[in-house]
């Protein structure tokens, strides 16, 4: 009998891996049958995963690492980058007498300084849209607190929050930043690359007693994602997987608003602008999915935890053990300065294997050590 | 005598909150407030110092109730429950039912439990008359197309109603398909014929 893997996740256009896996026969061929479900927020996907209702879930990196103590393990990672900035009129009107350029970072975190306190929508505080945006004030000379006050809501209100002035601007993954666009309720300035060109922003979670029982299970999952991943890196046509995810299984929506991130071709703003970002979303191989244990210590200082070595969660040993006999490269090292390439980069593996740039928009570097 | 609970409902849907009001008011244990309306959510929840939060599971908006719970003061911040601080088999009964818990810290598992079996059971309830209110309103709408489609037989072909509707009826079985799905084409038919 084929083993059944409970798994849940958001649905936004980084859970493409998941439903790829599962739309393209990769978890069959692997040897398990993959249930997929939906969940309407962050809480809720997190409360099955800890009690077990579900095996393993499409998560926010920072909320999986705040749950590293409790026995929550990332053996891969799903994507990077991805979200998007959307100021609304009022906010927009200030940038744009400031000269912001698409996908200016530090102009941004310098407007948002300037401007005293923002009222600014994340989806959930321990996300790496509150983890960039607080990164991009800090940088930029101010206080995150003083700065920022952040609203967190469902990305399906973020578009009535801006327009009934609870919020001035929100950060959210795709389709909802493009949604918002598309409703002329607000204008996109920047795709979270450009503060951080390297940010994990999903990972595959997995519940504390589930690696145990079905270890053989999970390392076909993550198999299977991976080599979805690949397949989503690979693929030239942007509407082929856009169709896919926006059946009504997944993510129910209009597929040409899921375009803009698969095919890093935004539009801005109603005049129908356009912003180029090949970074926006980035889904692939072990150059994308292995999970650096440097990775895990960033947002752990940026979330002030303080986690031990073996608490971290990321877990580079399992994603070796899951995907050595796909026999593709494998990194040599499971941690890396983060930060440092400008470039793309040939790194030590056992293979050809290059890393995409992972540059932090002020040039500096993180050394996990 | 133990202080009695305070235990909070947020749940914009009033008849499922008032149906778990009900079935705790019984006890002397437990002082109950439902919120409904989520706008000024941290100030009335700051001024009522819960020891219990009771959540709709599937609340899209779940996310910012939390921001809200966990933002609370330190000495009345209910946190969600994990595993460590209860027994898993009941949490599990919870999720499923759609209720989520949010209790504060030190709070005793067997304080808990009855409050959360008692909303499980409601949920459960709740959900059974929605179904069941769900299926008389499709009867009702599936009966009137029906009828409608009996008329216009009658009219067009010239039947009696008893012949009418053993014609649809006839149709269906041929076509393997349901009365109401054959009347519902045959009344968009004329609608757009006539």
């Known amino acids: 009998m084929i083993a059944v893997l409970n798994c849940s996740y958001v649905p936004l256009v980084d859970a493409a891996p998941l439903i790829v896996a599962k739309e393209l026969g990769y978890a069959e061929e692997e040897g398990i049958h993959l249930n997929l479900s939906k969940e309407t927020s962050w809480s809720s996907l997190r409360d099955k995963l800890m009690y077990g209702v579900i ?89 995150p607190d003083l700065v920022l006050d952040f609203v967190v809501s469902p990305p399906s209100l973020m578009g009535a929050k801006l327009q009934n002035g609870e919020i001035e601007c929100f950060m959210v993954g795709e389709p909802w930043g493009s949604l918002a666009v598309a409703q002329g309720l607000g204008q996109i300035f920047l795709t979270s690359s450009a503060v951080w060109q390297g940010a994990p922003e999903k990972v595959l979670a997995i519940s504390p007693n589930v690696l145990n029982m079905k270890s053989s299970q999970i390392f076909a999952l993550m198999r299977a994602c991976a080599r979805a991943g690949r397949w989503l890196s690979e693929n030239r046509d942007p509407g082929a997987v856009a169709e896919l995810l926006a059946k009504p299984d997944h993510l129910d929506c209009a597929a040409e608003l899921l375009e803009h991130s698969l095919s890093g071709r935004f539009i801005l703003n109603e005049q129908g602008h356009y912003g180029i970002d090949k970074r926006a979303l980035v889904f692939g191989g072990p150059e994308v999915s292995f999970p650096w244990v440097s990775q895990s210590a960033w947002i752990a200082q940026e979330m002030q935890i303080d986690l031990a070595q073996s608490h971290v969660g990321f877990r580079p040993d399992l994603y070796r053990a899951a995907l050595e006999s796909l026999g593709g490269a494998m990194p040599a090292a499971s941690s890396k300065l983060e930060g440092a390439l400008c470039h793309p980069r040939a790194v030590s593996a056992n293979k050809d294997l290059v890393l995409g740039p992972d540059a932090f928009f002020d040039g500096q570097i993180f050394d996990p050590d | 005598m133990t202080e009695p609970l305070h235990i909070v409902v947020i749940d914009p849907n009033k008849e499922r909150a008032f149906l778990i009001v009900d079935a705790l008011r019984e006890s002397d244990d437990y002082r109950i407030s439902v919120i409904g309306e989520t706008t000024g959510l941290a100030r009335r929840l700051g001024e009522m110092t819960p020891d219990i939060i009771l959540v709709d599971f599937e609340d899209p908006a779940r996310d910012s109730f939390e921001q809200v719970i966990s933002a609370l003061g330190p000495a009345q911040r209910p946190v969600a429950m994990f595993v460590d601080q209860t027994d898993n088999q009941m949490m599990r009964a919870a999720i499923e039912a759609g209720v989520s818990a949010y209790v504060v810290d030190g709070l005793r598992k067997d304080r808990i439990k009855p409050v959360l079996e008692t909303a499980v059971a409601r949920f459960h309830a709740f959900a059974r008359i929605k179904a069941e209110l769900e299926a008389t309103k499709t009867a009702l709408a599936e009966r009137k197309t029906i009828d409608r489609a009996k008329g216009l037989l009658m009219k067009s072909r010239d039947l009696s109603e008893d012949d009418a509707y053993a014609l649809l009826r006839k149709t269906a079985m041929d076509q393997g398909r349901r009365v109401s799905e054959v009347a519902e084409a045959l009344v968009t038919a004329a609608g757009l014929l006539l």
């Open chain 1, 55 to 143: 095996d393993a879930a499409h998560m926010l990196a920072p909320l999986a690492v705040s749950l590293a103590k409790q026995g929550v393990i990332v053996p891969q990672v799903l994507s990077l980058n991805g979200n998007c900035f959307v100021a609304g009129d009022e906010l927009a009107a200030y940038l744009h007498e400031r000269a912001m350029r698409f996908n200016d970072a530090a102009c941004l975190g310098q407007c948002l300084v300037s401007r005293g306190r923002v009222r600014i929508g994340v989806p959930f505080l321990a996300s790496m849209q509150a983890l960039l945006l607080r990164y991009l004030v800090r940088k930029s000379g101010a206080d």
